[in-house]
């Protein structure tokens, strides 16, 4: 089915530890993005990019990185763990035209001890 | 600054009653888009409604309509004819055009049926 995969669903880390999140989707869509979701807090984004080899930071990047090296991929990498990032994550991606409407992954579940 | 406003943390809705969820945004961008998004408790995010800022007329898709007020900064979901399948997470979100186009979401209001 078309749409937005995400890896792993559920992970579990000890601080400083790295891990990456994959993120692939099968739709050639130009935009992906990363959220993370806290309680109380709606989805606040991490980072974006608008095509392959562009990325950008959002509202709250410290502590991860991006890259996107072709249309279909964006990893997010969680470099030093930090309970701070004990999160739900989300991927959306969207085409550049039309009502742009995301499309979300089925989100990944980090705790970070 | 906080673009999305959702103040209804939550809810409580009869099935079969209409239910108005209130989202106002911040923008000065004359071109932008306004969206909802359904959360259940099985966590993936579910589109429901969209409407641009050119739009002459209120969105609505099957039971869900949107009441946009351009001048007040108001895009309030309705809810028609409410189902004990409609108790989910609820989130307004914005993408302006500037920036890429990034979305904002609002912190979401918890609406829960009861029978």
């Known amino acids: 089915n078309a749409g937005v995969t995400q890896t792993p669903k559920f992970q579990v880390l000890k601080t400083g530890q790295s891990m990456t999140l994959q993120c692939a989707q099968d739709m050639n869509h130009e935009y992906m993005s990363w959220y993370r979701q806290d309680p109380g807090m709606g989805l606040r984004l991490i980072h974006y990019s608008v095509g392959a080899g562009i990325t950008d930071q959002g509202e709250v990047p410290n502590g991860y990185n991006v890259s996107r090296s072709t249309t279909e991929d964006f990893p997010l990498r969680l470099l030093s763990a930090a309970p701070s990032q004990t999160s739900v994550y989300f991927c959306?991606?969207?085409?550049?035209?039309?009502?742009?409407?995301?499309?979300f992954g089925a989100g990944s579940r980090l705790t970070v001890l | 600054a906080q673009k999305i406003t959702q103040t209804q943390p939550g809810m409580f809705v009869q099935e079969k009653e209409a239910v108005t969820l209130d989202c106002t945004y911040d923008t000065s961008d004359p071109s932008y888009g306004l969206f909802w998004y359904k959360q259940p408790s099985s966590g993936e995010m579910i589109f429901l409604i969209y409407q641009g800022s050119y739009d002459q007329q209120n969105a609505t898709e099957g039971r869900y309509s949107l009441n946009f007020q351009k001048a007040r900064k108001s895009a309030n979901l309705v809810i028609s004819a409410s189902q004990l399948g409609d108790s989910a997470m609820y989130f307004c979100a914005m993408r302006e055009t500037d920036s890429w186009g990034k979305f904002q979401f609002g912190a979401g209001t918890q609406v829960v049926v009861t029978p």
């Open positions: 959306a991606s969207r085409q550049f035209s039309g009502a742009n409407v995301l499309t």
